[in-house]
């Protein structure tokens, strides 16, 4: 099993910025990717951003240029920095990790970020 501890997430007026903080643990893969989805109400779930341990990243349309996501060098632990936030952004973000390039997910509890002013 792996476990993942999320930390970060808030209420921030637009424009402003947060950073969200995943740390993977327990029975991990050397070969991985982990990143962020995050789900609106109403909606589902949809990516965010993804690394995988050889540093690839792939990000929705939507947050390309705001957003950045990088990870440790034990590749344990993963950033989400997030800038220019709109009130789109508005949702529970889930911390992602699984093994690469094919492997059951395993999910975060979930963390709100709130955009509003």
């Known amino acids: 099993q792996v476990q993942l501890a999320e930390s970060g997430g808030g209420l921030v007026q637009p424009g402003g910025s947060l950073r969200l903080s995943c740390a993977a643990s327990?029975?991990?893969?050397?070969?991985?990717?982990m990143g962020w989805y995050r789900q609106a109400p109403g909606k589902e779930r949809e990516l965010v951003a993804t690394?995988?341990?050889?540093?690839?990243?792939n990000y929705a349309d939507s947050v390309k240029g705001r957003f950045t996501l990088s990870r440790d060098a034990a590749k344990t632990t993963v950033l989400l920095q997030m800038n220019s936030l709109k009130p789109e952004d508005t949702a529970v973000y889930y911390c992602?990790?699984?093994?690469?390039?094919?492997?059951?997910?395993?999910w975060g509890q979930g963390t709100q970020v709130t955009v509003s002013s």
């Open positions: 992602y990790y699984a093994k690469w390039p094919y492997g059951s997910p395993f």
């Open positions: 327990g029975s991990i893969f050397s070969i991985n990717v």
């Open positions: 690394i995988t341990s050889g540093g690839t990243t």
